[in-house]
T-cell receptor, first 115, second 115 residues
């Protein structure tokens, strides 16, 4: 079974631009979460989607948004990029939402650099 | 507010030596606790998780962790470290009813292994 895939793996943008990152969960998984990883702040939760609905949201500005499609694939979008948005963006999938016993599987991440 | 503290930023051990990585958490209710490992350029891999029951949890790759409620700790241990264990280790607590979709991570402990 294929793991979580994220595209692109690397991205370079300039300030003010917007970017869209994609995540394909493991087949059969319906929940997708996004995290931002930076050296200073560490791993921070962005949002979680289940059945095309945002279920939880972290403490990030409205420039960060996401969505989930009917096939459980998810995208996240960052508008008006700032230098501080440079980070590794990780996507994780699990079978269901809100289940304590589900294991969350992480993708390799998308490395975003904002110049 | 929930939080996770990993007091050691960087630890170096000799191959074959035992390992203990510390994790302290702050959470108002029964915590759901996780340890993940991240190799350079990779996503996160779940090593083990604690939800309830036996306080000593066995994981993959020979790792185990012990939940101590009185000390608010969930330390990760391995009796004999291999060079391939060199990576960064993250402790995390589940923030909403055990859902793994919204995890709060510690800042991580980088493990180096001396030959």
């Amino acid at each position: 079974k294929a793991g979580v895939t994220q595209t692109p793996r690397y991205l370079i943008k300039t300030r003010g631009q917007q970017v869209t990152l994609s995540c394909s969960p493991i087949s059969g998984h319906r929940s997708v979460s996004w995290y931002q990883q930076t050296p200073g702040q560490g791993l921070q939760f962005l949002f979680e989607y289940f059945s095309e609905t945002q279920r939880n949201k972290g403490n990030f500005p409205g420039r960060f948004s996401g969505r989930q499609f009917s096939n459980s694939r998810s995208e996240m979008n960052v508008s008006t990029l700032e230098l501080g948005d440079s980070a590794l963006y990780l996507c994780a999938s699990s079978l269901t939402q809100g289940s304590s016993t589900d294991t969350q599987y992480f993708g390799p991440g998308t490395r975003l650099t904002v110049l | 507010a929930q939080s996770v503290t990993q007091p050691d930023i960087h630890i170096t051990v000799s191959e074959g030596a035992s390992l203990e990585l510390r994790c302290n958490y702050s959470y108002g209710a029964t915590p759901y606790l996780f340890w993940y490992v991240q190799s350079p350029g990779q996503g996160l891999q779940l090593l083990l998780k604690y939800f309830s029951g036996d306080t000593l949890v066995q994981g993959i790759k020979g790792f185990e962790a012990e939940f101590k409620r009185s000390q608010s700790s969930f330390n990760l241990r391995k009796p004999s470290v291999h060079w391939s264990d060199a990576a960064e280790y993250f402790c995390a607590v589940g923030a909403h009813g055990g859902s793994q979709g919204n995890l709060i991570f510690g800042k991580g402990t980088k493990l180096s292994v001396k030959p």
